[in-house]
């Protein structure tokens, strides 16, 4: 027995779906920024921006590709819930080990680089 993945091959159907999404999508933002720049209520200019996106996710569940990306968008969100997060005394600590990691890199990196150049400019060279 063999244990191949099947893959679904895109209809025409389906990538014209895609394609008139992204397009929905880009028309809200679009007349987003156009209302706002016309001086229109601020609550027009949102509800153009959401009908657009909520047109466009209506658009890509119709598609099998669109209903493909929103299953794994929600198993993404599903997963970043199972994250551990650290507590904020575990951030600072941890921040500042960063900090002083890269303060004592730039020391070193300074000391190295005043070093080699009293060795190539005064020794070598004999320029200073």
Do not use: C, H
């Not at 551990?84 to 960063?98: D, H, N, S």
């Amino acid at each position: 027995m063999s244990n191949q993945s099947v893959q679904t091959v895109s209809t025409s159907n389906d990538k014209f779906k895609v394609a008139l999404a992204v397009v929905a999508a880009i028309a809200g933002v679009v007349g987003f920024f156009y209302l706002t720049g016309q001086n229109k209520p601020a609550l027009v200019a949102a509800g153009a921006l959401v009908a657009g996106l909520v047109f466009a996710v209506l658009l890509l569940w119709t598609s099998t590709t669109g209903r493909d990306f929103l299953s794994f968008a929600k198993e993404s969100v599903r997963e970043t819930k199972k994250v551990v997060w650290p507590t904020r005394r575990e951030a600072m600590q941890i921040t500042g080990i960063v900090f002083a990691f890269v303060v004592v890199m730039a020391i070193f990196l300074w000391g190295t680089d005043k070093l080699l150049e009293l060795l190539l400019y005064d020794f070598v060279l004999g320029w200073k």
